[in-house]
């Protein structure tokens, strides 16, 4: 009996023997894994560090650069706002420039004209014309003392405002501006409005040009019936027939009437631009919308949209008052049909159609006219 038990004492002690040694195998492996997983969590957790570092190194230089892209944007509305400014002073020294080239070539060329009559007409004097002679050379010394007059004035005004308009975008306005807008970002509150240039062609023209403008304008327009009435006079002491006189100095008398229509339908808009933009000015700075608390947030109000279906091309039938939020009375049918809309009385309307009021009329029935 001894003896299988010995024996198998001694194979269960194998056994026991080899699982220990196959498990301490095992656990001296899963523990040389565990220290090589604990490496790596060192590792991986350095690296997070790490990376934590490097987050937050971006983070501060993402803030960083949203301020200076923000001082940048800054500096692009006002530089923006300057290059308005620019293009306003160039357009307004364009304009005035034309308008005193034109006015002092036509100034000198009703002088010369006026010049030459007088060196080139030769007539008999008589006692009875000795009125006619006067008169005459009234007119002629009045036509070019107005003309010569005001041809020096624009002629020296426009070299002026040529020799100065640039230098209002000169390089040290521009510093100076965009400083002032960058102070106006930076002390911003809501309700103020942009800085604008202190020194423009605009408030130059107003104190220095404006008066003398209009003084050499007043000459040439005294100047157009003289050299008219001037013509007249010559008719009388060139020919000898009344026909002809009376012929030349009644269409000079026409052109009288009708130069005087046109002065007073365009010239009296020159003299009168001043004032009607100071009402602009004013008309933009009291329509600004509420602001919304940002820099350079300043626009003007829109129009309704009733104005602007009225004022454009075409029609978009399916526009409903309730979805403009006002109110708006129907069009009188001069205005319909002056943008090219048609009603079909029940007459017109064919009886095999079937019309569905309440359908909108297509783009292409409203070009062509045929709205149900």
Aim: net charge negative; glycine share 4%; aromatic share 10%.
């Amino acid at each position: 009996m001894s003896v299988p038990f010995d024996a198998a004492q001694a194979l269960l002690t194998g056994l026991d023997t080899a699982a220990q040694r196959s498990w301490r195998d095992e656990d001296r492996a899963w523990r040389s894994e565990d220290r090589h997983w604990r490496k790596e969590d060192l590792a991986w957790r350095e690296e997070e560090r790490n990376w934590r570092h490097l987050e937050q190194d971006w983070r501060r230089r993402q803030a960083a650069w949203r301020r200076a892209d923000m001082d940048q944007r800054l500096v692009e509305n006002a530089r923006q706002l300057w290059s308005r400014f620019v293009e306003k002073n160039r357009r307004d020294v364009e304009e005035k420039s034309e308008q005193l080239k034109t006015l002092s070539n036509l100034s000198a060329l009703l002088a010369g004209f006026a010049v030459v009559s007088l060196v080139e007409m030769q007539f008999e004097e008589k006692e009875e014309m000795a009125w006619l002679v006067a008169c005459f050379g009234a007119t002629t010394a009045l036509t070019v003392g107005l003309m010569v007059n005001a041809m020096v004035t624009s002629s020296l005004m426009l070299a002026s405002i040529l020799k100065n308009g640039k230098t209002y975008v000169a390089e040290e306005e521009e510093a100076e501006f965009m400083a002032r807008c960058r102070s106006f970002s930076v002390h911003y509150k809501p309700g103020d409005r942009p800085p604008a240039p202190k020194r423009t062609f605009q408030k130059h023209w107003e104190s220095r040009c404006e008066d003398s403008w209009q003084r050499a304008f007043g000459m040439f327009t005294a100047g157009v019936p003289c050299f008219l009435a001037n013509l007249a006079f010559a008719s009388w002491l060139k020919f000898d027939g009344v026909a002809t006189s009376i012929t030349i100095t009644t269409i000079m008398f026409v052109s009288t009437i009708v130069w005087a229509n046109t002065q007073n339908t365009w010239a009296w808009y020159l003299i009168k631009s001043r004032d009607l933009e100071r009402d602009k000015l004013r008309r933009d700075q009291s329509v600004t919308h509420v602001p919304a608390g940002l820099p350079f947030d300043w626009h003007a109000r829109p129009r309704p949209p009733y104005e602007a279906i009225l004022n454009s091309t075409t029609f978009d039938a399916s526009f409903s008052a309730r979805d403009a939020n006002f109110s708006s009375p129907t069009p009188p049918p001069t205005e319909m049909n002056s943008i090219g809309i048609h009603r079909r009385t029940p007459s017109e309307t064919p009886t095999d159609e079937v019309v569905d009021a309440a359908a909108p009329a297509t783009e292409s029935e409203v070009v062509s006219g045929v709205v149900p």
